[in-house]
């Protein structure tokens, strides 16, 4: 006569086997990939009256055709860290470069990079980091002054002083502004020069004025307006404000469960078998 298995024997057993699917089954975990680096942003300002129509070069890949005087590209995502920056008359490469320099950016910021100076005191790269966070119902101005030999320059808004005495090759802090029409005026008080553009300036973007060009040469004192709706693909600042930096979290369900699920119902299957074969 055969003797019928015991629950608390099979209890044991299913005790037993769950213990073992759960230190085995960790290893069996899918490492979730490290998320990538955020990529760096930069714009390119052509500012030298003495370069003339260039080709850029990334780390010895051409970026840039046809550049020339007055231009502002579009932000660019590039990886962080450090990239060798040439800039060469078109058609000429990388090996005829007037410009070469090494320039470092940071992951998740935004740059604006200048080519600037004349020939007789050097040309150059200079690098402004930006903060293209925005001030919802506001717009945001940043003045850049690149004229090379013209002393100081002055910005005012509508006749009103906005930024004062601002140095050759510096960036002035952001200015927030009502949204409106301004004409916007650039005064370099020591050569008695000065330069006028209109613009709409619109709620919700950053706006940037370059004060390029000569006082009292060729290219002439000019100003170079661009608005931008934040920086593509950089969370926080306006072009998708859904992004975020914090990556979602992911909800899975553990290997350890189907393999316990499965063999609950291998010990199910087992016992249903040997109580019937019991019971012949």
């Not at 490290?34 to 930069?42: E, G, H, M, T, W």
């Not at 992951?107 to 001030?135: C, H, R, W």
Request: hydrophobic share 45%; with cysteine.
């Amino acid at each position: 006569m055969c003797r019928r298995p015991k629950m608390g024997t099979l209890l044991q057993v299913f005790v037993i086997l769950c213990l073992i699917s759960l230190v085995w089954a960790p290893g069996l975990r899918a490492t979730p990939k490290a998320a990538a680096s955020p990529a760096a942003f930069v714009r390119i300002m052509h500012a030298s009256p003495d370069i003339g129509v260039a080709d850029v070069f990334l780390d010895g890949q051409r970026a840039l055709s046809n550049f020339q005087f007055g231009t502002v590209t579009d932000y660019l995502a590039i990886p962080p860290g450090p990239h060798k920056v040439q800039v060469a008359l078109i058609g000429k490469g990388p090996d005829a470069a007037v410009i070469s320099q090494t320039l470092s950016v940071e992951p998740g910021f935004a740059y604006t990079v200048a080519a600037i100076g004349v020939q007789a005191t050097g040309l150059s790269l200079v690098v402004f980091k930006e903060d293209n966070s925005l001030v919802t119902g506001k717009a945001k101005l940043r003045f850049y002054h690149l004229s090379p030999e013209g002393g100081p320059a002055t910005l005012t808004a509508n006749g009103n002083p906005l930024i004062k005495n601002l140095q050759y090759l510096q960036a002035s802090d952001y200015t927030l502004l009502a949204p409106g029409h301004y004409t916007f005026d650039v005064d370099l008080t020591q050569q008695h020069v000065s330069q006028q553009t209109t613009l709409e300036v619109a709620a919700n973007q950053i706006t940037s004025i370059f004060s390029i060009g000569l006082a009292l040469g060729t290219p002439k004192l000019e100003l170079v307006a661009r608005q931008v709706a934040g920086t593509p693909g950089l969370p926080d600042t306006g072009s998708d404000p859904a992004a975020s930096t914090t990556p979602p979290v992911q909800v899975g369900v553990p290997l350890a469960l189907p393999l316990i699920l499965t063999l609950l119902l291998l010990l199910i299957g087992g016992s249903t078998a040997i109580l019937l074969r019991s019971r012949r």
